[in-house]
């Protein structure tokens, strides 16, 4: 069983930057790949993948809209993982979601536990 709680979301101004953080419990989080996904307010606006890394760290994806802007990196003797999102944009705006699974993937129904999530707003 792992447990998360995210932390670090806020107001910024485009262009600004934000780190997410999301602290897990158990004994086992160095044994789990961990993603962020992010959900955008409004109707039909469903959650979509942002980033994940291994349990090791030694490989990442990222979502093409964030490529290049956001990383993805994790403390496995904190127990934590971060998201650093620079040049943010006003589409950046969402409840960012950090989760955890077996393995490592891009979708959402392979993750087994999620945290409760985020607000990112950015202003234009």
């Known amino acids: 069983q792992v447990q998360l709680v995210e932390s670090g979301g806020g107001l910024v101004q485009a262009g600004g930057s934000l780190r997410l953080s999301c602290a897990a419990s158990g004994r086992t989080f160095s044994s789990y790949a961990m993603g962020w996904f992010r959900q955008a307010p409004g109707p039909g606006k469903e959650r979509e993948f942002v980033?994940?890394?291994?349990?090791?760290?030694?490989?990442?994806t990222y979502a093409d809209s964030v490529k290049g802007r956001f990383t993805i990196s994790r403390d496995n003797a904190k127990n934590t993982v971060f998201l650093q999102m620079n040049r943010l944009k006003p589409e950046d705006t969402a409840v960012y979601y950090c989760?955890?699974?077996?393995?490592?993937?891009?979708?959402?129904?392979?993750?087994?536990?999620w945290g409760q999530g985020t607000q990112v707003t950015v202003s234009s």
């Open positions: 989760a955890a699974r077996r393995g490592m993937g891009i979708y959402i129904s392979e993750y087994n536990y």
């Open positions: 980033a994940t890394i291994r349990w090791d760290g030694s490989t990442t």
